[in-house]
T-cell receptor, first 115, second 115 residues
């Protein structure tokens, strides 16, 4: 079965420091991977996706993610965190086992950026 | 541009009551989805639709029904509310669906409590 795991429930960083939100995946075949962010009382917003090509994917709001096939990881990164980055982050993988191509979401990681 | 609009934002139901969660989008997207979000569990797909008149079950359809009479609207019906249906519900849409690796556009959610 295909799955994603976000091993950290919460990540705390100081403003201005680099941040990493971790995601590992388990799929048969090539993974199609996504990151979404959820701000308080809002729906999820797309950040970036990896389909093929460069292992470093750049997305919205200065975020990027590094695809690592040998470690089956797709960690979200940002060089300098902002307080406004505080939110709930979801990693997702496309499910090829059904015709819907639906997304399988991780359980989410809360990012807290402190001034 | 309103995007995906969900109503109501909050609702409390008694066990056995019924209600409809409304979802409408003004982007002329063919694909629409209903997810539920439970704490620490990520998002689970309830139902989806690939166009007007066409719906299909997702991972957790029991206790729910949907209809898609127009491109714009995709209501979710709870017939006999149960405490297990306490959750946050998100509606999402995309032009050609997740199967083409397109991003999803989410509404702001409906927080439902069944007591």
């Amino acid at each position: 079965a295909q799955s994603v795991a976000q091993p950290e429930d919460q990540v705390n960083v100081a403003e201005g420091n680099p941040l990493t939100v971790k995601c590992t995946y388990s799929v048969s075949g090539n993974p199609y991977l996504f990151w979404y962010v959820q701000y308080p009382n809002r729906g999820l917003q797309f950040l970036l996706k990896y389909i093929t090509g460069d292992n470093l994917v750049k997305g919205s709001y200065g975020f990027e993610a590094e695809f690592n096939k040998s470690q089956t990881s797709f960690h979200l990164k940002k060089p300098s965190a902002l307080v406004s980055d505080s939110a709930l982050y979801f990693c997702a993988v496309r499910d090829f086992s059904s015709n819907t191509g639906k997304l399988i979401f991780g359980q989410g990681t809360t990012l807290q950026v402190k001034p | 541009n309103a995007g995906v609009t969900q109503t109501p934002k909050f609702r409390i139901l008694k066990i056995g009551q019924s209600m409809t969660l409304q979802c409408t989008q003004d982007m002329n997207h063919n694909y629409m989805y209903w997810y539920r979000q439970d704490p620490g569990m990520g998002l689970k797909l309830i139902y989806y639709s690939v166009g007007a008149g066409i719906t299909d079950k997702g991972e957790v359809p029991n206790g729910y029904n949907v209809s898609r009479s127009t491109t714009e609207d995709f209501p979710l019906r709870l017939e006999l509310a149960a405490p297990s249906q306490t959750s946050v519900y998100f509606c999402a849409s995309s032009p050609r669906g997740v199967a083409t690796n397109e991003k999803l556009f989410f509404g702001s959610g409906t927080q439902l409590s069944v007591l």
